[in-house]
Nanobody, 132 residues
Framework: QVQLVESGGGSVQTGGSLRLSCAVS????????MGWFRQAPGKEREGVAT????????YYVDSVKGRFSISQDNRKNTLYLQMNSLKPEDTAMYYC?????????????????????????WGQGTQVTVSS
């Protein structure tokens, strides 16, 4: 069983930075999409950033381009989301997710839009709050 555990959330002021981590344990896919999603109160979940195994096919939602950076450290078996120049509209619960990927484009397509399939996994989430 794969487990994803997020950490690194917190409260910051506008313009601040946070780095979210997603520790992966258990059996993992050799070819997989991993990504960050967020959900703010009263809003639907949205994809933030995704990455294909090996670091290829990185994709970001337009609102975070130039500010957020997704990466993975295979040595530490951890996914990261570096968030800079944070804005109040970034306030949300952030979740990491992982899923089998048969093609790199899946990460920026269905996975990004809908999250992992029934064969994939979600983390428990970490709260990010950005004050104005």
């Amino acid at each position: 069983q794969v487990q994803l555990v997020e950490s690194g959330g917190g409260s910051v002021q506008t313009g601040g930075s946070l780095r979210l981590s997603c520790a992966v344990s258990g059996h993992t896919y050799s070819s997989a999409c991993m990504g960050w999603f967020r959900q703010a109160p009263g809003k639907e979940r949205e994809g933030v950033a995704t990455i294909y195994s090996g670091g290829s096919n990185i994709y970001y939602v337009d609102s975070v381009k130039g500010r957020f950076s997704i990466s993975q450290d295979n040595r530490k078996n951890t996914l990261y989301l570096q968030m800079n120049s944070l804005k109040p509209e970034d306030t949300a619960m952030y979740y990491c997710a992982a899923d089998l990927s048969l093609a790199a484009t899946y990460c920026s397509g269905t996975f990004f839009l809908r999250g992992p399939s029934k064969l994939g996994y979600w983390g428990q989430g970490t709260q990010v709050t950005v004050s104005s």
